[in-house]
């Protein structure tokens, strides 16, 4: 069985070097910009991380621990983009009600959401011994 065509005349394969990651880095701008702009949960997460960050670097905690703060605030936005592009996905297919299209919405949301509870546990486990002492 062949493919439905050829991979050598796919126009988006053809560039390499710096031309493929100079176009990979504005396509990944240009989602960063659609995802601020028409997703509301992005823009939520995106508020979160600009007002956590400067608070993870002026705690009193080892570098290490301030870039675990931050990763896990940019593991949020990066689940939340995947999640995104499923939805797209699925609204690309059909706007109609399907139980495998909600079963795929879903689990995008509940990846989402174990990604915040990941963020929360660094913050509380992190910060919490700041607190008491």
Known sequence: ??????????????NRGLTRAWHAAKNSWCGIVYAFEEESAFRQELTLLAV??????????????KC???????LVLVVELLNSSVEAAIDRI????????????????????????????????????????
């Not at 495998?100 to 910060?127: E, H, P, Q």
């Open 68 to 74: 675990a703060l931050i990763t896990s605030l940019i």
């Open 1 to 14: 069985m062949t493919a439905p065509y050829n991979i050598n005349q796919n126009p988006h394969k053809g």
């Open 94 to 133: 059909s706007f109609e009600h399907h139980d495998l299209s909600k079963r795929a919405k879903d689990f995008g949301s509940a990846a989402v959401m174990l990604s915040l509870l990941i963020a929360a546990l660094f913050w509380i486990t992190i910060c919490i011994p700041l607190a008491i002492h």
């Open 52 to 65: 956590l960050t400067p608070i993870a670097f002026f705690l009193p905690i080892t570098p290490i621990e």
